[in-house]
């Protein structure tokens, strides 16, 4: 059931931004309210073990004579169903820069990837996750030229800010100047808040007006199919010289209140927050475990896992494990390991040394990635995220494509078996590897992970028995398959962490209601016995009874063993 809109709770929390101009608020609240309830479907789908997540550029698969979203639906409906349920196209809309990300307009579907109608196709059989770049978006919006023109209309939609102003204590996420100069219709300069790039302007969230223009797409959004959104960079969001901008009491409450409002049409939306920041900042955003965030994404696996593979060792991937707690059983993480981002390693701090987060760095670049830097507050720089493959960040120069092969798909099945909804980067399933010819082209790092393939190339490459992608994807798709299909596996359920044979061996316990699932990871080179967990159990990979008093762990493998 949906919630009824409380006025009274709505009320408090918008005087807590907008003062006397809180009533105009909720008035416009009330009419989008009325502009949605027939639009949007309010049938209630809770998250379950089914629920698996592709991570996606809309032209990453290409074909001609059809659109790249008509593409992309091929490679759905014949690589990824049943098995990977939903769709995260990443921004699909009309952009200048970022890849996507700097949108010039929230409700248009870029004209180079298709139509909304192609959207609506996708959904028929595959849930959608939309993102939500609503922190900033282009200088070429006509939201920003309407701005420049001193329409009345957008006048305080973002940021202007006089050059002297003490702006020392911002948090960046890039190193990158924070203001950027531009000239109204007046030829009068501004300078104007661009937390990210020159051509990405940060929205002005002190001014009601933007809290209702952005409700207003989140609603479309969801009026569009969209299962899951993403609010991008939303750590940014509210602005106030004199602080570090991040993590901002009233950034938490505007959430909330966008959560409360979608939640009175539909219990079938659901908001996740990307926070590329240290664990604890990033669970700040689950707030009591109802009001916030449904799902955060969990950043620190990715980087962990790459530790812990390179150590050969899972005792500091145990005890971060172990500290995983959630504010309730209504929410979850969002687990991966790659995504059209680099790695980031802000989510490592307090869980391994600088020395060794600079290690990691020196790695990649050694895998023939490059390193991202931030600005820090004493003027140092310091690794922000690892440019680099995932599966060739995870190898060393001396692996052979089988333990490269093995590695990857170790990690994947760990990332699996954690407790949450799992998402899976196109390239990961697909077993790519380094596109440097991207990077020499654009001077963008990221591009090494943001290979455009052609739909019959890789739908080929993809069914030769022994190749690389073959290997790699054949072996996902039978840990999706499992996994889909044990209610162990359930985003909410129970999960244990521990080590075994000198940290060599690391084991997640599933448990919903009385199933039982012993997942384990053989994180060294050689092959090794463990007692067996339970006394009567199935390898659920094999399909296999198993009778032994012992377990065999091949190296850098897994198995997960369902207790009878």
Known sequence: MTKPLNKATIINSLKDLYGDRSNWVYKHIEQLIEKYRTKINATNNPLNEKDVILITYGDNVQKQGQTHLQTLKQFVDEFCLPEINTTHILPFFPYTSDDGFSVTDYFEVDSNLGSWNDISNLSNRSNLMFDAVVNHMSKSSQWFKSFLAEDSEYKDFFLAVTPNENLSMVVRPRALPLLTPFKNTHGVEKHIWTTFSEDQVDLNYAAPEVFIAVLDVLLFYASKNAKFIRLDAIAFLWKKIGTSCIHLTETHTIIKLYKQIIKTLTNNVFLITETNVPHK?????????????????????????????????????????????LPSNKVCFFNFTASHDGIGMRPLQNIISSEEINELAHHAEKRGGQV????????????????????????????????????????????LAMPGVPGIYFHSLVGSRNYYKGVEESGIKRRINREKLIFEEISKELKIFGGLRNKVYTSYKKLLKVRTNEKAFNPFGKAEYFNLENHKIFVIKRQFNKEIIYTVFNFSNTLIKINALAKNAVDLLNNE??????????????????EK
């Open 281 to 325: 900042e990033n669970i700040s955003y689950f707030g009591n475990g109802q009001d916030e965030a449904d799902l955060v994404y969990n950043f620190t696996l990715a980087p962990l896992l790459v530790y812990s593979i390179i150590k050969g060792n899972t005792k500091v991937l145990s005890k971060w494990a172990n500290s995983l707690e």
């Open 372 to 415: 991202g830097y931030k600005n820090n507050e004493d003027g140092t720089q310091s690794p922000y995220e690892l440019n680099c493959n995932y599966m060739d960040l995870l190898s060393t120069e001396s692996d052979n494509e089988e333990t490269i092969i093995r590695k990857m798909l170790l990690t994947q099945a760990v990332m």
């Open 545 to 562: 009874e198993l009778v032994e008093n012992t377990w065999k762990i091949e190296p850098h493998n897994y198995a997960w063993f369902k």
